[in-house]
Nanobody, 118 residues
Framework: QVQLVESGGGSVQAGGSLRLSCAAS????????MGWFRQAPGKGREFVAD????????NYADSVKGRFTISRDNAKNSMYLQMNSLKPEDTAVYYC???????????WGQGTQVTVSS
């Protein structure tokens, strides 16, 4: 239904910044919200942030509040995650996802690797 492609991952030192992008195509009109999730080695996939597409309302995990900012560009059907003050514990594969209602995320991108070194 919705194709998602993440980009912008890479390797940075602690305290650095990265901006992740998620480009959406297909039936994007069906998306209620878009979100970012991450999965570190040995851990389950965890919620990072999401945005209600139509109004721009955002929500963040406590672990990233004040450091990460989620945003959208309606004209480009794109979503972004600005990550500042990165910590080694932010190291993970970051995934873009969409939901049709609430926070039931059922459509996922392929992920992009973020590595933060000490």
């Amino acid at each position: 239904q919705v194709q998602l492609v993440e980009s912008g991952g890479g390797s940075v030192q602690a305290g650095g910044s990265l901006r992740l992008s998620c480009a959406a195509s297909g039936r994007t009109f069906s998306s209620y919200a878009m979100g970012w999730f991450r999965q570190a080695p040995g851990k389950g996939r965890e919620f990072v942030a999401d945005i209600i597409w139509s109004i721009g309302s955002t929500n963040y995990a406590d672990s990233v509040k004040g450091r990460f900012t989620i945003s959208r560009d309606n004209a480009k059907n794109s979503m972004y995650l600005q990550m500042n003050s990165l910590k080694p514990e932010d190291t993970a594969v970051y995934y873009c996802a969409t939901s049709r209602a609430g926070r039931t995320y059922d459509n996922w991108g392929q992920g992009t690797q973020v590595t933060v070194s000490s």
